[in-house]
């Protein structure tokens, strides 16, 4: 098995898809599915595309974090790690032992889901989401996007199972509004499943990066219709994900 040890991405087309035997079969209508080394031409000339790497001046809450910046097909951001590692593993345990979830569908999805502050937390995990510890979050946020950004409604947590994912998908348009999801999970391998796709169009065609889906790592895009993405089904090892929103603040 291909263990998660390469690049945060993978940008498309890529004939390293042919070497995993599972984790890229994607939901992109309510009864059809598309696996990803189909739906993407492995011989296709490959995309020049160009990113940036760095670390944050000053950071507050990303101390230890490397930012890599996308423009390609829309805007968005790849974080890794999120959270100190100490803070993630406990994060992933204490969710691993609720059981007060709620099962939610639509036609693109079935997961669990539960709204983290309203939690009874953990001591230390208590300070890291509390008020004056989250605008520590909130300076970071607002230095990569160089705007003055806060966080805007509840802090979501979304479980996925095996053989669930999100459907290809956008999430709204609001502009001026941002979305980050960690995720947190003991997956050690690539077939697991469960990575972060970016696309173009709401076909599997459009696919155009694969976020591969590691423990701690966070993805931000924009809350605008082109912005598209899904997360591959699992095929094995849940996948947790903290979800913040963020708003640009005048």
């Known amino acids: 098995m291909q263990r998660i040890d390469e690049g945060l991405s993978t ?35 490959p995309k020049t595309r160009r990113h940036d790497t760095y670390v944050l001046k000053n950071p507050e809450w990303l101390d230890s974090s490397i930012i890599e910046s996308h423009t390609q097909p829309y805007p ?34 079935s997961l669990k889901t539960l709204e983290l502050l309203e939690q009874k937390l953990p001591d230390r995990l208590s300070v890291v989401f509390s008020r004056d510890h989250l605008r520590s979050l909130e300076h ?40 980050m999801a960690v995720t947190l999970s003991r997956a050690s391998t690539l077939n697991s499943g469960g990575h972060f796709v970016v696309l173009s169009s709401e076909d599997g065609h459009g696919a155009e990066q694969i976020i591969w889906r590691r423990h701690n790592c966070g993805v931000v895009i924009p809350v605008l219709p082109y912005s598209y993405h899904a997360v591959t089904n699992i095929k094995s090892v849940p996948r947790i994900s903290v979800v913040f929103t963020f708003r640009k603040f005048s």
């Open 76 to 109: 968005h951001i790849i974080i890794d790690p999120v959270f100190d590692a100490a803070i993630a593993d406990e994060l992933l345990a204490f969710f691993e032992g609720i059981s007060n979830w709620r099962t939610m569908k639509d036609h693109y999805y």
């Open 140 to 179: 970071d946020m607002s230095s990569i996007f160089s705007t003055n950004l806060r966080l805007a409604g509840r802090i979501t947590v979304l479980l996925l199972e095996d053989g669930q994912g999100l459907g290809v998908h956008s999430d709204g348009n609001v502009a001026g509004h941002y979305r």
């Open 11 to 45: 940008i498309l087309p890529s004939e390293s898809l042919s070497q995993l035997q599972d984790g890229l079969v994607m939901r992109v209508s309510k009864s059809a599915m598309v696996d990803l080394r189909q739906a993407v031409d492995p011989s296709a000339a």
